[in-house]
């Protein structure tokens, strides 16, 4: 098998952090993209492609259980009732053990997470609302990356770091868009 423009390693099996650096080679957004579909499994929800409606994830209620209250549906006969878009979220803030970052890195530490440009975000917004679906932005901050292949010499065969190795911890924050007409935030007249 090759992945990432690589031959298998000589052992065959590769082990868990020579696969997702593979992975990480291949599709270099994977480590945000995965960190939003684990928070979203963990809650209970069952995060499907998106690419349909111009976002990263659709959310659907159930899992493994069911919910009770839809007669044991699956996920795949339900409706989705959230858009998800994944995005970068604000650098992480530097080990307090380094050294004093210079003043460009540590207001780069600090900055706001990035978010899609206003056209995309609008848009997003209108196709989710046209499908009856809610629009939420998931902003995820990833730790540093895994270290490089040359740090252990049984990375690629799977020999010492696969009881060891997890994907990265990451945090995740999440902001529901929603469109704001003013038709309904008047008061009526007394």
Known sequence: MRLG???????????????????????????RTYAAYSHW???????????????????YRGGAAAQPDQGGARPAHTHAEYCVAVVDGPAPAPAPAAAPAPAAAAAAAAEPPI??????????????????????????????????????????????????????????RVVEVARWA???????PD
Do not use: H, N
Not at 5 to 31: D, F, K, M
Not at 115 to 135: G, I, N, T
Not at 182 to 188: G, H, I, M, V, W
């Open 115 to 172: 978010l899609p440009c206003w056209r995309s975000l609008q848009a997003m917004q209108r196709v989710s609302a046209s499908v009856a679906k809610a629009l939420l932005v998931c902003m995820v901050t990833t730790a540093p990356p895994c270290p490089p292949a040359d740090s252990s010499p049984t990375d690629d065969t799977g020999g010492g770091d696969e009881g060891e190795w997890a994907p990265p911890a990451a945090s995740v």
């Open 41 to 59: 499994r963990r809650l209970g929800w069952v995060p499907r492609d998106g690419l349909q409606y111009g976002v990263t994830f659709l959310l």
């Open 5 to 31: 423009g690589q031959s298998e390693p000589p052992g065959g099996v590769l082990g868990g952090a020579a696969l997702w650096r593979r992975c990480i080679a291949a599709q270099p957004s994977l480590p």
């Open 182 to 188: 003013p038709q309904r935030s008047r008061k009526a």
